[in-house]
């Protein structure tokens, strides 16, 4: 696939940083979808996660210079290979992508846009499937994220520990200039490496909500993050894990503003 031709003056380089995982059944319509909207200086760094299946053999079938694939020797899941996508990335814009979801004409422009003025952005999501919006954990139709909420960072936060800000790293994308506070993962973040994004952002004081829809999201038995309610104990696990993830934060930042 070409680069596309813009009509509009070239925005700044970007880097599509994406982790795939035994995702052979989709991940060839996905990454068509992402190079139909990059530029020439684009990248799309695809890190794979010691596949079973033939995910690595469909993406290396993609003739095109812009994808560039790094093959991980062992699984290490996916968020230490989100981790390893985003160092890989040379650009100073970075969007995060699943392996198994379509983006929409127009996400690349929009967010990029949206990253002129602030260190991360969030967008919302339909289902692939039916058009239809997000549900949220409760059952409440067209849940999604409200552009006036952008500033409200401390109230953001509160969202994201009961579980009611629809952050999801595949709507999401990041300046480089915030990866000194996201970077390293923590070792006890075993998963929701989008919430910590998202606590990222809004402890950073700096996080723009899109109300465009940024993906169609693909619902499937290996979905990483749950269409459903978990069970208690799992919930309060992810609750202590979120507020492990926000003291973490806080720390860095002080020992960023002291330096």
Not at 16 to 42: F, I, K
Not at 70 to 99: I, K, M
Not at 159 to 175: F, I, S, T, W
């Amino acid at each position: 696939m070409s680069p596309r031709e813009r009509d509009t003056p070239a925005r700044p380089p970007v880097s599509v940083a994406m982790a795939t995982y035994n995702g052979s059944a989709y991940v060839a319509e996905q990454v068509g979808s992402v190079l139909a909207q990059l530029d020439v200086d684009d990248e799309l760094v695809v890190v794979d996660d010691a596949s079973r299946d033939d995910t690595v053999s469909v993406l290396r079938s993609i003739a095109d210079d812009r994808l560039r694939l790094v093959e991980s020797p062992v699984n290490r899941g996916y968020v230490a290979t989100f981790e390893a996508a985003l160092r890989a990335c040379r650009h100073d814009l970075l969007l995060l992508a699943d392996q198994d979801d379509v983006w929409p004409e127009g996400r690349v422009d929009a967010m990029t846009a949206a990253l002129a003025r602030t260190e991360v952005v969030a967008g919302n999501l339909l289902l692939l499937d039916s058009g239809r919006p997000l549900s949220s954990p409760f059952g409440a139709e067209g849940w999604a994220l409200r552009a006036e909420d952008s500033t409200h960072h401390a109230r953001n936060v509160g969202g994201v520990l009961a579980g009611m800000r629809p952050y999801y790293g595949c709507a999401m994308g990041l300046r480089r200039s915030s990866l000194d506070t996201a970077l390293p993962f923590p070792p006890f973040l075993v998963e929701s490496h989008d919430l910590w994004l998202a606590l990222v952002g809004n402890l950073r004081g700096s996080m723009t909500h899109l109300e465009d829809v940024v993906v169609l999201r693909r619902e499937h038995d290996s979905n990483e993050t749950p269409n459903r309610p978990r069970g208690v104990v799992p919930a309060l696990r992810s609750r202590l894990m979120l507020v492990r993830s926000i003291l973490v934060i806080v720390a860095r930042r002080g020992r960023q503003r002291v330096r």
